[in-house]
């Protein structure tokens, strides 16, 4: 019998130790042998070989039920080594994530304006009507708000139309000298290929003492921007309005698609707008209490400059999430 328990505790496996269970208690097995010679023996015989082949029986058993959980958690913690996933393992088939390309644009003229040493500001997206209006030479009823329609809520309250009330919150909360920009998000009841009812802007802001800021600044600023952004381009200040700015211009870019011979993009212009700027109007330093003050300040359309970097033709493609469009810009 000892070679049985021998074999138990040499088995290296759980199918090594089924084979022994059965060549030691199936139907042809040792212990069925045994129980079987026992039937000739002598009476007193047969109780000794019971009483032995019971033990047996019994211990052999034991044997092979902790041999048997020993060999299973070796096996489990071995399986378990094989089959662990490296969660740091590159894998071909994972798709990176990206920057959608409106937000990498915008990070791009952020990058410029704070290598400018401009300071970052946000304001709120559920504006007054005093910040994102009044304050900024727009009174109510003044013809010049309907540029901006925009959704309103209650006593006054709506979704800003341009980023141009972070001026006059940085103004409220800080003394000047100010030099800022305010990335975000904006919003105005439009909807066609060229405009979404939310989009994105930049605004900028310089105020120094007055006399000191003048518009062949905002001139030499905003060309060098519009070179790093889109290479070398022409430039070209319109003259424009806007309440907020004296003088106001509109600054053009030469065609991006046809470099200015004229195309349906530009039509046939050879020219492209691409932002608002001007000399800060006195009156919203008044609305703001700052005295004795200059300073210009400007806005861009974050989608727009997206749409001419990357040549796309219809504005709304861009908040589609379709990912095979989005995947190309990567
Ligand atoms: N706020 C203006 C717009 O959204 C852009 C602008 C900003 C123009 C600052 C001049 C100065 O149309």
Same mark, same amino acid.
């Given at each position: 019998?000892?070679?049985?328990?021998?074999?138990?505790?040499?088995?290296?496996?759980?199918?090594?130790?089924?084979?022994?269970?059965?060549?030691?208690?199936?139907?042809?097995?040792?212990?069925?042998?045994?129980?079987?010679?026992?039937?000739?023996?002598?009476?007193?015989?047969?109780?000794?070989?019971?009483?032995?082949?019971?033990?047996?029986?019994?211990?052999?058993?034991?044997?092979?039920?902790?041999?048997?959980?020993?060999?299973?958690?070796?096996?489990?913690?071995?399986?378990?080594?094989?089959?662990?996933?490296?969660?740091?393992?590159?894998?071909?088939?994972?798709?990176?994530?990206?920057?959608?390309?409106?937000?990498?644009? #915008?990070?791009?003229? +952020? !990058?410029?304006?704070?290598?400018?040493? /401009?300071?970052?500001? =946000?304001?709120?997206?559920? %504006?007054? @009507?005093?910040?994102?209006?009044?304050?900024?030479?727009?009174?109510?009823?003044?013809?010049?708000?309907?540029?901006?329609?925009?959704?309103?809520?209650?006593?006054?309250?709506?979704?800003?139309?341009?980023?141009?009330?972070?001026?006059?919150?940085?103004?409220?909360?800080?003394?000047?000298?100010?030099?800022?920009?305010?990335?975000?998000?904006?919003?105005?009841?439009?909807?066609?290929?060229?405009?979404?009812?939310?989009?994105?802007?930049?605004?900028?802001?310089?105020?120094?003492?007055?006399?000191?800021?003048?518009?062949?600044?905002?001139?030499?600023?905003?060309?060098?921007?519009?070179?790093? #952004?889109?290479?070398? +381009? !022409?430039?070209?200040?319109?003259?424009? /309005?806007?309440?907020? =700015?004296?003088?106001?211009? %509109?600054? @053009?870019?030469?065609?991006?698609?046809?470099?200015?011979?004229?195309?349906?993009?530009?039509?046939?212009?050879?020219?492209?707008?691409?932002?608002?700027?001007?000399?800060?109007?006195?009156?919203?330093?008044?609305?703001?209490?700052?005295?004795?003050?200059?300073?210009?300040?400007?806005?861009?359309?974050?989608?727009?400059?997206?749409?001419?970097?990357?040549?796309?033709?219809?504005?709304?493609?861009?908040?589609?999430?379709?990912?095979?469009?989005?995947?190309?810009?990567?």
């Amino acid at each position: 019998m000892k070679e049985w328990y021998d074999a138990i505790e040499e088995a290296q496996s759980v199918e090594r130790l089924e084979e022994i269970r059965i060549s030691v208690f199936g139907k042809k097995g040792i212990l069925a042998e045994g129980f079987a010679k026992m039937k000739s023996a002598s009476d007193e015989e047969k109780a000794q070989i019971a009483k032995s082949l019971n033990t047996h029986k019994n211990a052999l058993t034991n044997e092979l039920v902790l041999k048997k959980m020993r060999l299973q958690t070796l096996e489990l913690e071995a399986a378990m080594k094989a089959e662990a996933i490296d969660v740091s393992l590159y894998s071909a088939s994972s798709q990176a994530g990206a920057l959608h390309p409106v937000m990498e644009t #915008m990070d791009r003229i +952020v !990058e410029y304006f704070t290598a400018m040493n /401009f300071a970052v500001k =946000t304001g709120n997206m559920v %504006e007054d @009507d005093f910040n994102n209006f009044e304050a900024l030479n727009l009174p109510k009823h003044h013809p010049a708000r309907d540029m901006q329609d925009t959704f309103y809520f209650k006593d006054e309250m709506l979704l800003r139309t341009h980023t141009s009330p972070v001026q006059i919150r940085t103004m409220m909360q800080n003394k000047p000298p100010i030099r800022m920009i305010a990335p975000g998000s904006v919003f105005r009841r439009d909807y066609d290929i060229t405009h979404t009812p939310m989009f994105h802007q930049v605004e900028g802001l310089l105020v120094d003492k007055e006399g000191k800021v003048s518009f062949a600044n905002l001139k030499f600023i905003l060309e060098d921007f519009l070179k790093y #952004m889109f290479g070398d +381009v !022409e430039v070209r200040f319109r003259p424009s /309005f806007f309440p907020f =700015t004296e003088p106001s211009a %509109e600054v @053009d870019i030469s065609c991006v698609f046809c470099k200015g011979d004229g195309c349906r993009v530009c039509s046939k212009t050879g020219w492209l707008e691409v932002l608002g700027c001007g000399i800060v109007d006195q009156n919203v330093f008044e609305a703001v209490n700052y005295e004795n003050v200059s300073g210009y300040a400007f806005g861009l359309g974050v989608e727009r400059f997206t749409m001419l970097i990357h040549k796309i033709g219809d504005l709304r493609s861009l908040f589609e999430g379709d990912i095979k469009l989005l995947e190309q810009f990567q």
